[in-house]
């Protein structure tokens, strides 16, 4: 008898200690509400003190520097320095020495010292004022512009910029104010390889004779067989480093820019 009373409280306690469970139906979901947006996205032109934004400058001078060798061949007097000097180095009968990346770069630091001048009232007068806040782009743009174009018509045949509006189906221009860059820029890359041919002419000569006197004088000794250019290389390299050469043509070019 206390053997079945203890069984039977033994399960009644099971049954107290383990909990009953329930179905009870999901609640649905609820729908995500919309993000709150504010204002929306928006780029800020202007920083601080008014001047442009950081992101601004940084777009305008990678803009720049996509655009950088269109300008500078269109727009400078590197055109005219590395042709020169392209055509000093066949005058002398080589063809690979100095190699073009020297010629380059000398053509590009000889640009930039002729341009000096012209660069630095660009970023006065245009440049810094925008930076600071005192001119809009427009207006950075049209006043930064005038020193360059006045470099560019000092330089600029009257019958070149006549060509190109001639070609362009347009009126001549009555003040050199009214050139447009359109016009202005073919134009001087025009007159700045008619100048650079006469230079390399005036180069080509002296090593012209050279060529034709050791010639005749192969000729006369009956040394067909032997290039003439062998033998008048080094009388031409020779020529060159008396005279000091590359000085001469550096100083030519520089002065030919006033």
Known sequence: MATVILAVTAILLVSAAVPSFATVDPEPPVAPSPPAVEGGVSVD??????????????????????????????????????????????????????????LAGLALFLSLFIMAPVLSDVNEIGVQPYLSGDLTFQEAL????????????????????????????????????????????????????????????????????IDLVVSGVLMSMGMMMLPPVMVSLPFKLLLFVLVDGWGLIVTALIGSYG
């Open 45 to 102: 032109i202007y920083g601080v003190n008014e001047g442009p934004s950081t992101s601004i400058v940084v777009l305008i001078a990678i803009t720049l520097l996509s655009v950088a060798p269109s300008l500078m061949l269109m727009t400078t007097s590197f055109t005219k320095v590395f042709v020169v000097l392209a055509l000093t180095r066949n005058a002398l009968g080589l063809n690979s020495t100095p190699p073009t990346q020297v």
């Open 142 to 209: 049209g006043v930064g512009i005038v020193p360059l174009r006045e470099f560019m018509l000092s330089l600029t045949r009257e019958s070149d910029i006549a060509l190109m509006t001639r070609a362009a189906g347009m009126d001549n221009p009555a003040t050199p104010a009214d050139v447009p860059m359109t016009t202005l820029m073919p134009a001087f890359m025009l007159s700045e390889l008619r100048a650079a041919f006469i230079i390399g002419f005036v180069i080509f000569v002296p090593f012209l004779v």
